[in-house]
């Protein structure tokens, strides 16, 4: 039993434990907002056919949230987290901003910063050679690239400079933004925005997530600062305009800084929605008529049901406001096996690439309207002869996995198919889990089913990984998301609760 005087020691010894435990890192958080918006003309991305845009119907913007976690006044961890209203994120411009960043925050480490793309297709094109962009009188891809990162590292050092003890809450709504835009038959075969108003119609492929994630940050005195948002639907209800344009994210944001003030940084997530659209698949004429008695446009509608869903969400947890949560972000780089060419799709594929270069040699003024459509061809070709050599190619990609308090965050690079997202969130021990997409490049990530039934965004041109990959994507993300759910010894502290 030991002396009183050992037990007593014991006692006091369990008790400073118990304090080195009693409250994990302070959080500490930092926002801003900067404008994005090219100089015109410019060339715009996601069709394929160039697009010059001559005007600006919305300014494009970058939104920030920076956090921070201390103890004692030492960082322990952090991350930086940028949507930008962009079709995607290349690595170029991924490197351009961390060494722009790199340069002016010497202690933060820039692999933290986690870029991604809210996917509308009336935003500058950030790759070379996509389009046959006139070389003069318009903006280059260079010049937007250079211009972009400038401004996107710039609004980060604003936000690192304002980092200041906050809190966090999370929660989740629900609205109806994203459909399943793959309409598969009776022959079995699936067409994207295929019709559904004929009989061989049976089904729309995969399944719809409707939730809105939700997170609120919050300063010392109890102001809103920043809000992370995601959507399973990529944003593009206006994509085939030849004018630059956030699609609704911006009557979504305006409405939100309407609501809950000026400065509010809206940081805009999509969920795995490589299936997903805002485009209607059916009962059009309905859903046109609640919108017009509201006196709406589609993107006002779509902002509506956000702004309604984050609004019914702060009434619930904007008292659960948590001061010192886990901040736990791992970055890996992550191989998974490339979707592989077979020998029939190789035949197929070169013969559309030779006919498509007799079309152009034969009616030169073609050229233009084809070229895209050829290279996204000759991609696959080239595929083709890289397995020849190397059957086992593989794609790497940069995985981040968060926790923020009970909440998991994780990202990819794909337009993922919503499957792959609800596997993640079912498998996940945390309370709440937002999956992230278009944190990279941005190409198709299908389910087998849709393979099966082929169409656009399932076919081999389409997608550098397939199913096989979306597989260990989801397997790992999940191994990573648990390792960071250990038993916590107590609950953190609240701000806000009675």
Request: aromatic share 8%; hydrophobic share 40%.
């Amino acid at each position: 039993m030991g002396s009183p005087g050992f037990r007593m020691f014991a006692i006091a010894i369990g008790v400073v434990c118990l304090c080195s435990q009693a409250s994990y890192a302070e959080l500490f958080v930092g926002t801003a907002t900067v404008d994005i918006t090219p100089e015109l003309p410019v060339a715009l991305d996601g069709q394929f056919h160039l697009r010059i845009a001559k005007t600006i119907e919305t300014p494009l913007e970058a939104d920030v949230i920076v956090l921070q976690s201390r103890r004692d006044g030492r960082p322990q961890d952090s991350a930086v987290m940028v949507s930008c209203d962009l079709v995607y994120i290349t690595k170029e411009v991924l490197g351009l901003v961390r060494g722009k960043v790199r340069q002016r925050i010497g202690d933060l480490d820039t692999s933290r910063i986690v870029l991604s793309g809210t996917h509308t297709h009336t935003a500058p094109v950030t790759v070379r050679d996509k389009y046959p962009i006139p070389k003069k009188g318009v903006t280059q891809v260079e010049e937007y690239c250079d211009f972009l990162a400038d401004r996107v590292a710039e609004g980060i050092v604003e936000a690192w400079k304002r980092l200041a003890p906050g809190s966090v809450s999370w929660g989740l709504g629900h609205a109806v933004v994203g459909y399943n835009r793959r309409a598969a038959y009776a022959d079995g075969h699936a067409q994207m925005y295929g019709r559904t108003n004929v009989a061989e119609f049976r089904n729309l492929e995969g399944y719809e997530d409707h939730d809105v994630d939700q997170l609120f940050f919050w300063d010392s005195k109890g102001r809103l600062t920043g809000l992370a948002v995601s959507i399973a639907c990529p944003t593009q209800e206006v994509e085939s305009r030849s004018a630059v344009n956030a699609d609704f994210w911006h009557p979504t944001r305006e409405a939100l800084r309407k609501r809950f003030g000026p400065d509010l940084c809206v940081v805009s997530w999509v969920g795995a929605a490589g299936d997903q659209s805002p485009h209607l698949m059916y009962r059009r004429a309905a859903d046109d008529r609640m919108r017009e008695l509201r006196g709406l446009t589609r993107v006002e509608e779509i902002a509506r049901r956000i702004v309604r869903a984050v609004e019914e969400t702060y009434e619930v947890v904007q008292k659960d406001r948590h001061l010192d949560v886990p901040l736990i972000h791992k970055v890996e780089t992550l191989r998974l096996p490339m979707r592989l060419v077979t020998e029939a799709e190789y035949a197929e594929t070169k013969a559309i690439c030779d006919r498509l270069k007799a079309q152009i040699a034969d009616d030169p003024k073609a050229r233009d309207r084809l070229l895209r459509r050829l290279r996204w061809y000759e991609e696959t070709v080239e595929r083709f002869k890289r397995q020849e050599s190397d059957p086992h190619l593989s794609y790497e990609m940069e995985l981040h996995v968060l926790r923020l308090g009970d909440v998991a965050i994780c990202t990819n690079p794909f337009e993922l198919f919503t499957d792959y997202g609800i596997r993640i969130k079912a498998r996940s021990p945390a309370v709440q889990t937002f999956v992230v997409q278009l944190v990279g490049p941005g190409t198709y990530l299908p389910t087998e089913k849709a393979v099966r039934g082929g169409g656009y965004s399932a076919v081999v041109h389409s997608s550098l990984v397939g199913p096989e990959g979306g597989q260990v994507l989801v397997d790992r993300t999940v191994e990573l998301i648990k390792e960071l759910w250990q038993p916590l010894d107590h609950a953190p502290k609240v701000q806000g609760k009675k």
